[in-house]
DNA sequence: CGACGCTGGTTAATCGATATACCAGCAGGT
DNA sequence: ACCTGCTGGTATATCGATTAACCAGCGTCG
């Protein structure tokens, strides 16, 4: 391939595959080394025309510090962990992670920080994880998902020294900040409301995962709203969170002497499909059974019927982590303000209770 | 917060916030750093008893090298990038990208590489992230999705010196690989051949953005399989992808006089949504109007009625992506084998053609 | 017996940026 | 004239690992 010359000579020589150093800009503007990194990080002391300089020369090369070099030195990788768990690798699906992505970044790139993604099988690897990208000095911190009941990465994060945020933990205290929750239960508690407002009595949970802290959180929100109506859950079953256990639990409980004439979801997918398993079930939805989902995914708003669901805009909650985590990393944030908490938009799938035995 | 002693004295030294280094190891081995780089990188001369000591020794300590001093020293981070580019920040849940990174990961992570993720609203902060992250040295590659008919990345990776792979791209040839075409088309071919075994003579095609590669590829392929039956499109509709326009777009043709008996969506949510708006205009799936979807999302199986639709195997795209990337990052991989061309699935959204006109 | 070559290491330079300690001017005070 | 203090920089050690160059010891062969 023929050598062919470039417009502009000195800018960011493209193709020559050699970045400029920080030597070059320093020459470039006729400085040392330490003058041109002053320039960048605005420290020590420089005056102004030479800072202007410097960055001049900078632009007009194209050149950035380097990450590597930085992180060695300062020992900050402005990089954030964020490890996905799923158990097996056919699921690869949760809609909620983009949306929590989102919110992340919203965030930290903004500052210059990078999102570092990893997906495992279980706890145990990723516990492993974080102990192998804190050994490496891969990462500054980390954004916790699936807050388990008896959660081990808050102690093992702060073992090795990395801050961390725990999404739907109950507690913003030790040993590392949550966000997101603590209203969470609210959601659940006006889906709740407005059931029983629509006559329903016999109500049905379909939880997540028994060992996921917000799954637990839910229920008992779900239970206690129930109860100080003096009512009591027709059913509450946990499953894995997928697709399949939403129809054959569904298909389940629809098949009960004492059919339920409202069922609670932990997620849009599952209410989808549930919709789908009562519809195949003969049954009409709301007219026979009103469905509830949780998350508000664009496509419930368009659905046949339209999903009545629960928005706990994650997008929001990935926000405030994100500032959570940053200011943890020593970073000059604003206070993560979470001003949102979980609403229910009712759409069409939820309707009076069918008239029967009371 | 009292101080407790630590079960295993020696071993990894939780919170001590000070991680050893490559002289630790070498120290406590009694050898020199360079036989313990020698050791864990298994290159240079040194005897099987020293290297099983040295790594007994990094074992003992918790010591991994450290990824920024590696990175400076070999100008190599083990890091891939994945840049999303969305139009709006509202737009966050697709989940191709779930399945697309299950795939690349399944073969970065156990070489080591991790994935950093980016989210840009357009094509221009797109390639303005290329050149910032090149420039500060923070990757070693880039997948590059949503090919577009004229991308300007493949030129812009390929002038900054950093291996890429372009997912969809029909040519494997220059300037960075493509993954996961050539065959793209035969998803669509399949249904459109499913549909006029069923009879269905007035189809039409909602397609995504025009100019994304693929929705151009697989809009040819849509009407080339029907021009070898003779037909033509009944339509060929555009769209930005978002679930609300499947519903626009599937209302409006749907009220036409020669209205199409069968409707191909470029994506599941968008075939579901736009099941829904046949459903709302009072017409029956597949009675009325059959839909294919493309993507095969877990929630399709079990809708009512479920959607038959084109499993492309993302994750093996993934995965192929990921090694091709890897072979061009100079790592030792298997060459990576794409065996599975898209296919359809068929289920319950599509039927014999209703009687009617001719 | 001495040069040779092999084995199994070690020494030291290096990657690129940062930060500490230091220094050259120069103005001002006495 | 001389010391002081300030401004605006520079020289250099350092972060932790890699690697080229070098070397000690030892068996071997001519």
């Known amino acids: 391939m023929k050598e062919r010359l470039e417009g502009r000579p000195g800018r960011s020589a493209p193709g020559n595959g050699t970045r400029p150093t920080i030597k070059a800009v320093a020459a470039a503007a006729g400085v040392s080394t330490a003058t041109v990194s002053q320039a960048v990080n605005d420290t020590g002391r420089i005056s102004e025309a030479t800072r202007r300089r410097v960055l001049a020369a900078a632009a007009e090369l194209g050149w950035s510090p380097s990450a590597p070099a930085t992180a060695l030195r300062r020992a900050r990788t402005r990089t954030i962990a964020l490890v996905v768990r799923r158990p097996t690798d056919v699921l690869g699906a949760d809609p909620h992670f983009s949306e929590l992505i989102t919110g992340l970044e919203g965030q930290l790139a903004p500052r210059g920080y990078g999102l570092l993604l990893h997906l495992v099988p279980d706890m145990a690897e990723e516990s492993a994880l974080y102990e192998r990208l804190a050994a490496e000095g891969r990462i500054d911190g980390a954004v916790l998902t699936d807050a388990r009941a008896d959660d081990p990465r808050p102690g093992l994060l702060e ?9 739907g933990a109950p507690d913003p205290a ?8 603590g209203q969470q239960d609210a959601g659940v508690r006006e889906a709740v409301t407005h059931l029983l407002n629509h006559g329903h009595r016999r109500i049905a949970y379909v939880a997540g995962p028994a060992d996921l802290l917000h799954s637990g959180l839910r229920r008992a929100a779900f239970e206690s709203a129930l109860a100080e109506a003096g009512l009591r859950p027709l059913a509450v079953r946990h499953t894995d ?6 129809v054959t639990v569904t298909t389940e409980l629809l098949a009960r002497p004492d059919r339920p004439t409202a069922l609670v979801f932990p997620n849009d997918s599952m209410a989808v499909c549930g919709m789908g398993a009562a519809q195949r079930a003969g049954l009409r939805v709301p007219e026979d059974v009103s469905v509830v989902g949780y998350d508000n995914l664009p496509l419930g708003r368009w659905l046949h019927p339209r999903l009545t669901t629960v928005d706990q805009q994650v997008q929001r909650v990935g926000a405030a982590a994100a500032l959570t985590l940053l200011a943890g990393c020593g970073e000059e944030v604003p206070a993560p303000l979470l001003d949102g908490r979980p609403r229910l938009v009712v759409r069409e799938s939820t309707g009076p209770a069918p008239a029967g035995r009371p």
Do not use: K, N, R, S
């Open 159 to 167: 073992g090795l020294g990395l801050p961390a945020v725990l999404l």
């Open 174 to 181: 030790a040993p590392v900040p949550g966000v997101g929750l």
């Open 241 to 246: 969170f997928t697709e399949e256990a939403a």
